[in-house]
């Protein structure tokens, strides 16, 4: 799909079909420019319709007598309580519409300058991730018409052409990130992630590590490689490094994501119904390798590690027992409590990995505990940091980039339910506050450098379909962390 920001008002756009943005209670405003016969046209549906501009409210008004086939209107709610977040909503709705409309080619207005959620907003509502269905032969098997082209109207094109360019990077990123966790685990392997996290980096211009597990062993993970030993698939240990063209970061960075490809739980299995979309449990995996895709494209002057320990938790011989003790790499011994605690695991390797590069701040993304899921529900994530002025950058790029975090405490007395008998800790602690406990577990393998946790085990999947945001893999987390890695 091609964007072409232009200086036009509405009324002067030819093509097939018209999407404005309306605050509610000024309609007038959004129609000023159109031809009268077209603006009397519109009110007449808007009238029958008790169309208002709410949030996300829309219609589609065919017209005759101007330049285009059809207007949408998209309603954006009051103009007092507009963020980036509800402008890019409104564009994927209004996106669906055109695409009702079979619009090929489309101008869309918005009040301000939002050339970057519009870009955002439309790419990511009709993204169609139809890579695992049969190719019917409806309509003849000819293609049903798509939107191709995109005039996005501005009053000025000052740092339109460069907030369309992030707007496609990020966009990318997230889709890249949407279908990984929406793919299904015998295709995403750690054998497939470790690939295209080499296909981002040959493209954009990475470094990229791939180590093997003789690669672990002699880095001493076992933690990470305990885990890895119940299944038949080769653990991947990914770890690409974007560095800034003139060498001279102003800040350095690490990303590292969960990479659980399938967890089954292991020998304390799951349940049927809680095994069954358990190939999301790579989100924080996929998050961070979809952010690589995308700041590779906006060249920050940052530089940046995105951290991977890829493998599946699988029931096997070979399987890790409840009451091993396994010992990661910074040789702190953990008794093994629960094998279905197996994400923390391979994080504690993956985090003293990260702390070693010397960077300023590290942040991990996980889909790791039920419990955040029940504490905030499907649309918002958990925030857990024992260094709150990392927490409060944190929660800005969040808050900016649309993307809804809450933060936890990290009660210190809890981990007290994780000390062992026999060993320096246990993988899990006390039923309650399971998500503190899982932070706090991670605590003990990041020694100095500022650390923030983020659970997003709710928002990385989804059955809903609202704005930009299709069912299946959302690509949460994708705009949290490329929005910190450009703040300053």
């Known amino acids: 799909m091609e ?3 232009v200086t036009l008002a509405p009324g002067a756009y030819s093509g097939d079909a018209l999407l404005l943005g309306v605050f509610e209670g000024e309609l007038e405003s959004a129609l000023a420019s159109l031809p009268s016969e077209v603006i009397a046209t519109v009110k007449e549906v808007v009238e029958e319709e008790e169309f208002k501009a709410k949030a996300l409210e829309k219609i589609i008004v065919r017209v005759s007598g101007g330049s285009v086939r059809k207007v949408v209107l998209v309603g954006l709610g009051a103009s007092d309580k507009v963020t980036h977040e509800s402008l890019r909503q409104a564009a994927g709705e209004g996106a669906r519409a055109l695409k009702t409309s079979k619009a090929v080619s489309a101008g869309i207005a918005f009040p301000g300058s939002a050339a970057q959620e519009i870009v955002e907003g439309v790419l990511l509502a009709l993204h169609d991730d139809d890579r695992f269905r049969s190719k019917s032969e409806e309509n003849g ?13 501005l009053e000025s094109l000052e740092g339109a052409e460069a907030a369309i360019r992030w707007g496609l990077a990020v966009a990318d990123g997230t889709i890249f990130a949407r279908e990984l966790v929406s793919a299904p685990a015998n295709y995403v392997t750690p054998m497939y992630m470790a690939d295209q996290a080499v296909a981002i980096a040959e ?27 119940g299944t038949d698939m080769p653990p991947k240990f990914i770890h690409l490094t974007y560095k800034p063209a003139d060498g001279k970061p102003r800040q350095r960075l690490a990303f590292v994501g969960k990479g659980l490809t399938f967890d089954s739980g292991g020998l304390s299995i799951k349940t049927s119904e809680g095994m069954k979309l358990m190939k999301v449990d790579m989100g924080g995996a996929a998050a961070a390798l979809g952010a690589a895709k995308a700041l590779a494209q906006i060249k920050p002057d940052v530089e940046i590690h995105f951290i991977v320990a890829a493998t599946e938790n699988m029931v096997s011989g070979h399987a890790i ?8 790499s910074n040789g702190k011994t953990i008794e093994v ?6 994400g923390r695991l391979t994080l504690a390797d993956a985090l003293v990995f990260a702390e070693k590069l010397g960077v300023d701040a590290i942040v991990d993304l996980a889909t790791l505990t039920g419990a955040c899921l029940v504490a905030l529900g499907n649309d918002i994530a958990g925030l857990l940091s024992p260094d709150e002025a990392l927490a409060e950058r944190v929660k800005k790029a969040a808050e900016e980039s649309g993307e809804k975090f809450w933060q936890l405490p990290m009660e210190e007395s809890y981990f007290e339910s994780m000390k062992s008998v026999v060993a320096d800790m246990r993988n899990t602690g006390s039923r309650e506050g399971g998500t503190i406990t899982g932070a706090l577990f991670l605590k003990q393998f990041v020694e100095k450098t500022p650390w923030v946790h983020l659970d997003i085990a709710g ?13 299946g893999g959302t690509g949460f987390g994708v705009r949290t962390l490329v929005q910190l890695a450009l703040d300053k």
Not at 205 to 224: F, N, P, Q, S, T
Not at 466 to 471: A, F, S, T, V
């Open 337 to 342: 409590d629960n094998t279905d605690a197996e």
């Open 459 to 471: 928002p990385v999947w989804t059955e809903k379909q609202k704005g930009y945001i299709n069912r």
């Open 321 to 328: 027992r409840p009451g091993d003790i396994l010992t990661a």
């Open 203 to 229: 493209a954009g211009g990475l470094e990229y590590e791939i180590l093997e597990r003789e690669d672990c062993e002699k880095l001493g993970m076992g933690a990470y490689l305990g885990v890895a030993q």
């Open 141 to 153: 098997g000819v293609e049903p018409k798509k939107l191709t082209t995109v005039s996005v109207l």
């Open 3 to 5: 964007f072409q920001p």
